[in-house]
């Protein structure tokens, strides 16, 4: 898949490129990051340097993932990381979103405001029909930001996600298009309450 840039009110953004290296290293030092999302842990500056120059790439290439740079404007500071994986090749594979914002860039709306740049992409662009969330429990952080962008949270998965070899508990939430006030590729038919 080609590349695509996009951008909010106060946001840029694009593909990870070489020259983000730096910020991303630094930024994935804070243990926050590396307790709560997949980054390695520890974070080494080869862990960067693949991420900006192979993983991302190739995710694009191979229409698998799409990280995206989160700046502060076009020429601004890496404010965080938010990027869509699909899980699957069939015509209704799972796409879950993940993201993690710099330290001292969070608390600002940021993030919340590239989960949603990132979702209205992948319904009108890309075709997707539910895009997932999910966190470790206790990740409130990223718990309040999914809320904030609108997913439902749907439960509590057991074993529901591995982190560095572990298997652990984590909520689940989704993300419609309907949810954002947009078509779907697909008829929805929601279960009538009370059934099971």
Known sequence: M???????????????????EDEV???????????WTLVPSPYRREDAHAFVNEIGPTGWREGTAFPFAVRLGAEGPLVASVGMHVQGRNSYA????GYWAAKEHRGRGYVTEAVLAVA????????????????EVGNAGSRAVAE???????????AGIE????????WVGSLLPSDLGLPSR???????????
């Open 2 to 20: 080609e590349p695509t840039t996009l951008s909010t009110d106060r946001l840029v953004l694009r593909p990870f490129v070489p020259s983000d």
């Open 25 to 35: 290293y630094a930024a994935a030092q804070d243990p926050e990051i590396q307790r």
């Open 94 to 97: 799972s796409h879950e979103v």
């Open 120 to 135: 209205r992409w992948a319904f009108t662009e890309r075709g997707v029909v539910r895009l997932e969330w999910r966190g």
């Open 148 to 158: 904030k962008a609108g997913f439902r949270i749907e439960g509590l998965l057991r």
């Open 163 to 170: 982190q560095r070899g572990t298997s652990r508990d984590c």
């Open 186 to 196: 697909l008829p929805y038919l929601p279960a009538v309450s009370g059934t099971s």
